[in-house]
């Protein structure tokens, strides 16, 4: 599986900004995809995930009720849609791919990621 994740951008606090995660590969439907950020001097950490049917998600709790994960297995495409941004937010950001069947917080357990995407929010 390869991934190409796309959508990142600048935008003000309290903005909104729609991340894409193209995956290339006929396993695509059968993987648990997550979003994952690292910001400057910081380590990577978990955003949100969802699995392969899209019948569970998790988030970060630093996201809840801000973020929104889906996945358009037809499309092979994961989204993650952010709204409210806030400065706290600014990072780049990273699709991946596992073999759970389950939602994944650890990142260790991904096998497969993309290259990232800067998101920038000021205040």
């Known amino acids: 599986v390869q991934l190409q994740a796309s959508g990142g951008g600048s935008v003000q606090a309290g903005g909104s900004l729609r991340l894409s995660c193209a995956a290339s590969g006929r396993t695509f439907s059968r993987h648990v995809m997550g979003w994952f950020r690292q910001a400057p001097g910081k380590e990577r950490e978990f955003v949100a995930c969802?699995?392969?049917?899209?019948?569970?998600?998790d988030y970060a709790d630093s996201v809840k009720g801000r973020f929104t994960i889906s996945r358009d297995n037809a499309k092979n495409t994961v989204y993650l849609q952010m709204n409210s941004l806030k400065p706290e937010d600014t990072a780049v950001y990273f699709c991946a791919a596992g073999k759970q069947l389950w939602v994944e917080r650890l990142s260790d357990e991904y096998d497969y990621w993309g290259q990232g995407t800067l998101v920038t929010v000021s205040s």
């Open positions: 969802i699995t392969w049917d899209g019948g569970s998600t």
